[in-house]
């Protein structure tokens, strides 16, 4: 009998650990180092404008996530062969000024 109770025990240990482990790993959120975030509670759907985050390991808390932004943007333009700006226009011959980013 005393072993049978030793043996629940430790399993209720094992198990508390467990579940210590995962709250503690689930209280903390990452921005890579091309990331901005702003910071937002889950649970009441609130968003914390005070602080804007950049790269790095936060504890923010259970419940709490970051909405992510990057940091650089790619600018890309478009030319002919024979390297003057493409100039894209529609059938009736209107023009249509265009851009392009990438973010990375």
């Known amino acids: 009998m005393n072993g049978a109770r030793i043996g629940f025990i430790i399993t209720g240990v094992i198990i508390a650990v467990a579940i210590a482990c995962g709250l503690i790993g689930g209280a903390f959120s ?7 975030g702003i910071a937002i509670d889950g ?3 609130r968003v914390d404008y ?3 985050y950049t790269s790095g390991r936060y504890a923010l808390g259970l419940g709490w996530y ?5 940091t650089t943007v790619v600018s890309v333009a478009f030319y002919s062969y024979t390297k003057t700006p493409l100039v894209p226009r529609s059938q009736d011959g209107g023009f249509h000024p265009t851009d392009c980013s990438f973010y990375s």
Request: zero cysteines; a positive charge.
């Open 30 to 36: 990452v921005l890579e180092p091309t990331q901005y």
């Open 66 to 70: 970051f909405v992510k932004y990057p």
């Open 43 to 45: 649970t009441y759907v």
């Open 50 to 52: 005070s602080k804007i």
